[in-house]
């Protein structure tokens, strides 16, 4: 996947985000279930996503949820590097 592709999953990278927050404020949600649930989310997402996105990475079913789950541990990622360089360096 080049840079030019990587765009066509950056929606799926904010859903899975978005979805990820929405979890993160429930109260009794353990927060170790959230890269499970956003990663679910991202291939269940990029399975229609195929279809719909031009130019998306995946030409098969399989590849498609392995880029969705991709895409949502991506999210995580994105919500962990914001939060570290939030911190106060010591």
């Given at each position: 996947?080049?840079?030019?592709?990587?765009?066509?999953?950056?929606?799926i990278?904010?859903?899975?985000?978005?979805?990820?927050?929405?979890?993160?404020?429930?109260?009794?949600?353990?927060?170790?279930?959230?890269?499970?649930?956003?990663?679910?989310?991202?291939?269940?997402?990029?399975?229609?996503?195929?279809?719909?996105?031009?130019?998306?990475?995946?030409?098969d079913?399989?590849?498609?949820?392995?880029?969705?789950?991709?895409?949502?541990?991506?999210?995580?990622?994105?919500?962990?590097?914001?939060?570290?360089?939030?911190?106060?360096?010591?």
């Amino acid at each position: 996947m080049d840079l030019q592709n990587f765009a066509t999953v950056v929606p799926i990278i904010i859903i899975c985000y978005v979805v990820g927050l929405f979890f993160k404020n429930l109260k009794n949600f353990p927060d170790a279930m959230i890269p499970i649930v956003v990663s679910i989310v991202g291939g269940i997402i990029a399975v229609p996503g195929m279809y719909i996105i031009p130019e998306f990475p995946a030409t098969d079913v399989i590849t498609a949820i392995a880029v969705g789950v991709a895409s949502g541990l991506t999210s995580v990622g994105v919500n962990q590097l914001y939060k570290q360089s939030q911190k106060e360096e010591l």
